[in-house]
């Protein structure tokens, strides 16, 4: 037989592209091009219109579109014939894709992935929607009656069509300028609202704070944890502080225990399709894997939960083993399709992770998978309801989640809960063997800087809250990998993505606070300094790009931006937070690192931009809530003095670093280049040293330290 393969009947441009999703189009029937010069040129010479689908590698429904329409020659003659089709990958290119999804929900009320815009060669929008079927359904306009429609109105009605374009981008550009009204900002009224509105929205019964499709929203819950810390010591909120406590780490259980989370290989889905955390949409991203992992560090440091710290733990696990360049950097994604058995020729969503029961009784014995298979929710006719699988793709086979605790199995099968707990942890290990030797899905590899800013985030804040040094090196080395290799120079000329030693465009306003985030987290975790100093001047290049120096906040893209018809200031914290929430956090803490008014001035300048939001609707911003009450708590510094090897350093460090400390810094006066830094901004740090030779902490609040001290327990007690 031979191992000759037949060449693609059809290749466009995209096969000279880096991104994974371009090139999973590059043997469409259609003629593709990437977004940029020579797509606009050809449109304005050609005097057609773009034809504009975005989506990403890792994304379902741009698979199903892509079978169903890109593939079909039929309808990809049409395409050809009348529109310059380009193909944009949402995660590199976040400006094309905002600028034209912010278009789709104001058109049609929603949004999402694939996109599907229709551009005149000015690139304003005309026409706009998300997936649509190829041909008619349920009331539906099918894609190929979709575009002959409109290429009968351009032909015919070209006016109405261009006047229609134009109206559309003037009154969204005017609803944008106008959207982000100003107000002054009472810190402790935004925290009340957003508590308020968390706690009506909370689900009682499963966790998390919506019913179906169920996220994980991890910024939510680290509010939660933040508000518990405000009002715990509070008579007139004990009561809401314990309760803010309760929903964030019940939540963080429920997560845990349900189907999002992956029991075989550690990590989660991007998300549930029930209200019960069972079934998931089982892409994984880098994103949900950082904050999550934030999430269970500090959900960790509040209770001192051994579960928390293990999820914290096995998410390491995953991202290190399944997601890790050699080198450092992260990659972004895995996929939710895969093939079922190789030489299938249809991939299933789910396929890499379900299980029959047929499957675990032959790995784990008929006694042994029975147990297994009840602690986990595994049924003989499969677990997941008719309403989370409405295609059948998940006929006949479980998602494993934890219906049943150690110790309730073990009453059930009159079993101790030691011996049911031994064939758990072999089944986990045998599932996982066999799992390896299936099709994996499909593996996004670019490395996005903004995911990766999040991911070294996670790892500092779990380094710190466990004690793991190795996590804390995994992030540093994720942090070499972005300095060195996703810069034009090393650590300057800051790139969105690279990959396969290429690299994407320039970087966005996002990647630059998230960044900056993670570098943050990193100096305060491990106390390498130039993290910090990267940090800071990381922000003043961000400010130079980005800062709207009159109004004040970020915009999304640079002020030298080709090819942009809107210009737009983030504020929603949705699966990722948005550049602004997370600058403002960012300069707050720079402040109190610093001791830099101008930069508390930015970031209170960004509440008030985003004033009447916080007022209105602060549970759409909690990262944006965080910033102003991290604001209102004033500076908070704890310094430690010394040579960070030594045996007293360590238990110095193991007391702050160990507690939920979320309105403090926590700086290191190393007696070198690191103090040098930060004394040439705040001369008082340069006179914190040693006592006695030993190392010292100073615990400081709004220009006024408490003595220091050299003991453990001296310092827990300073701490409170």
Known sequence: MSDIKTPPKYTNALAKEKSPYLLQHAHNPVNWLPWGDEAIAKAKAEDRPIFLSSGYSTCHWCHVMERESFENEEIAAVINENFVPVKVDREERPDVDLTYMTYVQAATGGGGWPMSVFLTPDLKPFFGGTYFPPDNKGGRIGFKNLLLELVKAWKEDREKVLQSSNRSIDKLQEHLDGENEAAEVQAEAVLRKAYDDLASSYDYHEGGFSGAPKFPRSSSINLLLRIQQSWKNQEAHKSEADWAGEMSVRTLRAMAAGGIWDHVGGGFHRYSVDGYWHIPHYEKMLYDQGQLLWAYAEGHQVTGS????????????????????????????????????????????????????????????????????????????????????????????????????????????????????????????????????????????????AWNGLMISGLARAGAATGSEEFIQLGAQAAQFIHDRVCENPGRGLHRSWRDGGLGPKAFAIDYACLIHGLLDLYQAGFDSRWLQWAAALQAEMDSLF????????????????????????????????????????????????????????????????????????????????????????????????????????????????????????????????????????????????????????????????????????LEKLLG
């Open 547 to 714: 800062l709207d120096r009159e109004k004040g906040g970020y915009y999304s893209v640079h002020t030298d931006m080709s090819h942009a018809v809107l210009r737009i200031k983030e504020d929603y914290d949705g699966a990722e937070p948005s550049p602004n929430s997370l600058a403002a956090l960012n300069l707050g803490r720079l402040a109190a690192v610093l001791d830099s008014e101008a930069h508390a001035e930015q970031a209170r300048r960004i509440i008030t931009l985003f004033g009447k939001t916080l007022q209105d609707s602060p549970g759409a911003v909690p990262v944006l809530v965080t910033a102003a009450d991290f604001l209102a708590h004033g500076k908070q510094q704890v310094v430690i003095a010394g040579d960070r090897m030594s045996p007293e350093f360590q238990a110095l460090r193991k007391v702050v670093q160990s507690r939920f400390l979320p309105w403090a810094v926590i700086l290191h006066a190393d007696g070198g280049e690191g103090q040098a830094f930060l004394a040439k901004h705040n001369a008082a740090l340069a006179e914190m040293k040693p006592v006695s030779g030993k190392p010292a902490a100073y615990v400081c609040r709004n220009y006024t330290c408490q003595a220091p001290v050299t003991e453990p327990a001296a």
């Open 306 to 449: 051994a579960f928390l710290a293990e999820i914290a733990r096995q998410i390491v696990g995953y991202v290190k083993r399944d997601l890790r360049h050699p080198e450092g950097g992260f990659f972004s994604a895995e996929d939710a399709d895969s093939l079922a058995i190789e030489g299938d020729d249809h991939k299933k969503e789910g396929a890499f992770y379900v299980w029959t029961a047929a499957e675990v009784d032959a790995l784990l014995g008929r006694d042994d998978g029975s147990i297994f298979r009840y602690a986990y929710g595994a049924r003989r006719d499969g677990n997941a309801r008719p309403e989370s699988d409405p295609h059948g793709e998940l006929k006949g086979t479980n998602t494993l989640f934890r219906a049943y605790s150690a110790r309730k199995t073990a009453e059930f099968f009159k079993k101790t809960p030691e011996e049911v707990q031994a064939v758990l942890d072999r089944g986990i290990k045998a599932l996982f063997e066999a799992r390896r030797k299936r099709p994996r899905p499909h593996l996004d590899d670019k490395v996005i800087t």
